[in-house]
């Protein structure tokens, strides 16, 4: 499929309208390949300059690829670069780009540092896979290469806990939860969200139901079930905040404030009768 083809058949689809062909301001759009002359790979991009992308690409530019800028610093000598097209504005300029990736599939070939496939909207990453090598390393290959190699695994959530998790002990500055805040009260997303939810939950499915009674009749039907021990939930957690009550712990001075949330809970729970 020519370029001519592909961007006649995109504009069959109505969103590509979002995106701008204009050229609204002096900036230079284009599309470029970095090409690593020893090992012939290759790796298709595309970027917005103030300056000419001559002078821009592997000048100042080395693409948006942590993987590839490390290797371009390690070894600058073995990489050439060239602009494949100068476009007149954005929308083109992501055409392009989409285009030479479909063309190529380039997150499939071995001959590409590219993991995924520019789309008009977003990226397409089918058949890739985040993993983690031996060592830690968070990677992102094909299906292939994972299945293949013995030192990767799968990422689990145990991965992203507490210390392991890359925003640990990062802490929001006040001006960032003010604007996340603001955000939401400006696209009324607060509003929305609550009557989206309140929507669902009263939604009833084939058998009559909406997700709060089926929630209501399963908590009604565990709170009813008896344990071994011969009590219910309800009259199982009753007695063991009975038993705290009872400790010494509660009686000092300093046990009088939670005691009284502890009772104040208990009613809520409306099982203080156990305490009578």
């Known amino acids: 499929m020519t370029f001519k083809n592909f961007k006649k058949q995109a504009f069959k689809n109505q969103k590509i309208i979002k995106l701008v062909f204009e050229k609204v301001d002096s900036r230079?759009?284009?599309?470029?390949?970095?090409?690593?002359?020893?090992?012939?790979?290759?790796?298709?991009?595309?970027?917005?300059?103030?300056?000419?992308?001559?002078?821009d690409l592997g000048i100042k530019y080395f693409s948006s690829s942590d993987i590839l800028q490390k290797e371009i610093i390690s070894n600058p000598e073995n990489f050439k670069y060239k602009v494949v097209k100068i476009l007149d504005n954005n929308g083109d300029k992501i055409l392009w780009e989409c285009y030479l990736h479909q063309y190529f599939d380039v997150k499939m070939h071995?001959?590409?540092?590219?993991?995924?496939?520019?789309?008009?909207?977003?990226?397409?990453?089918?058949?890739?896979?985040?993993?983690?090598?031996?060592?830690?390393?968070?990677?992102?290959?094909?299906?292939?290469?994972?299945?293949?190699?013995?030192?990767?695994?799968?990422?689990?959530?145990?991965?992203?806990?507490g210390k392991l998790n890359p925003m640990y002990g990062v802490k929001k500055s006040k001006e960032s939860n003010k604007k996340a805040v603001d955000t939401r009260i400006k696209n009324n997303s607060y509003v929305t969200g609550n009557i989206k939810a309140l929507k669902t939950r009263r939604t009833k499915n084939e058998n009559g139901m909406s997700p709060d009674e089926i929630g209501a009749a399963k908590a009604k039907k565990t709170k009813s079930i008896i344990g071994s021990d011969g009590l219910t939930v309800n009259q199982r957690t009753g007695n063991k905040l009975k038993n705290t009550l009872a400790t010494e712990e509660w009686k000092n001075g300093n046990g009088e404030i939670q005691k009284e949330k502890t009772i104040k809970t208990i009613k809520n729970l409306c099982i203080c009768r156990i305490f009578v």
């Open 28 to 55: 230079y759009y284009y599309v470029y390949r970095i090409t690593n002359t020893k090992e012939n790979k290759h790796y298709y991009g595309s970027r917005v300059s103030k300056v000419i992308p001559q002078y």
């Open 110 to 161: 071995d001959s590409f540092y590219n993991k995924a496939n520019q789309r008009l909207f977003g990226y397409d990453t089918t058949g890739m896979v985040s993993c983690l090598d031996n060592e830690g390393n968070k990677l992102f290959i094909t299906q292939k290469e994972f299945y293949d190699r013995n030192d990767v695994h799968h990422i689990s959530k145990k991965h992203n806990i």
